[in-house]
């Protein structure tokens, strides 16, 4: 009996060792030494078969393990980084259906995706699974909207856009006279447009917008939308940025943002030139974008 309780003691205490050895491999992964990579990856492949782990321990040594992963993968561009993402992000949920943490990480995936269609596909998947927390569901439904809004005609979904066409539509509640119909004007060609949303208090959406002079091709017409509520105080920035500018004074609430299901950050909306919504994607990474307008 004292050999078996020496033993189970013993078995322990080198299961909390190799915890110990996978938490500090994986801090040392996060400060970007990868020497210890392949000893991390082989001590935390035999813990996950280890059946005297506790959940708590085993949610901590893997939920961490992935993110160290995660790390490594930013190094492999945009696509790379975003599929291990998604992986990580389905692990995670097959073991730990009962945590949230791996519903943000998914939703994460469909929300800074640059593919609108694989945004949606995303989305709408999330929105299939079980157990999601409402307010994950709530955004996940609007990433999967505004995928949607992709290939329809900018004045259908916004009407205001008619205000800064250089051709008008005739909008769908009435026919000013003068005005092209929506029919003739899907035929003619017009400039791309560009708008961007930005807030005052968002440093990387002003940062982005003044950088868009250096993106955006000089046939473009530029609109930014502004999300403050504060409009007096947004409209001093505003004329230091690019392009016509338009306040709404309700932010998230107003008009424009409800019908692009717009969030808080820069995000930026593209035409073709029959005016149809080439993408509407959250723009962090301007490089991306640049690469975008360039085609």
């Not at 640059?114 to 439904?141: N, Y």
């Amino acid at each position: 009996m004292e050999a078996e309780q020496a033993t189970s003691k013993d078995q322990a205490r080198v299961k909390a060792l190799r915890l110990r050895e996978a938490v500090l491999l994986e801090h040392a992964s996060a400060r970007g030494n990868s020497q210890k990579d392949a000893r991390l990856d082989a001590l935390v492949q035999e813990l996950r078969g280890e059946a005297s782990l506790a959940f708590e321990e085993r949610w901590v040594l893997l939920s961490n393990y992935e993110c160290s992963r995660l790390r490594r993968g930013s190094a492999k561009g945009e696509a790379g980084a975003l599929q291990l993402q998604e992986k990580a992000a389905r692990a995670l949920l097959a073991q730990f259906p009962q945590q949230r943490q791996p519903y943000e990480l998914f939703l994460n995936c469909a929300k800074t995706h640059s593919d609108d269609a694989q945004a949606g596909r995303l989305a709408g998947e999330l929105l299939g699974m079980k157990g999601v927390p409402i307010t994950l569901k709530r955004e996940a439904r609007q990433v999967l909207e505004r995928s949607a809004l992709v290939g329809r005609r900018l004045w259908e979904v916004i009407p205001q856009a008619a205000s800064f066409l250089p051709t008008q539509p005739v909008l769908p509640t009435g026919s000013p006279a003068g005005l092209v119909s929506p029919q003739e004007l899907a035929r003619k060609r017009l400039p791309q447009v560009i708008m961007y949303t930005w807030s005052k208090d968002d440093a990387y959406s002003l940062e982005a917008a003044r950088r868009l002079v250096e993106l955006v091709p000089r046939d473009c017409l530029v609109v930014g939308v502004n999300l403050d509520l504060d409009c007096p105080q947004a409209r001093s920035l505003g004329g230091e940025l690019p392009g016509r500018q338009y306040y709404d004074q309700r932010g998230l609430e107003g008009d424009i943002a409800r019908r692009l299901f717009l969030e808080k950050g820069f995000t930026v909306l593209i035409t073709g030139r029959r005016g149809q919504i080439l993408t509407l994607r959250g723009a962090r990474n301007m490089e991306r974008l640049g690469a975008f307008l360039s085609q």
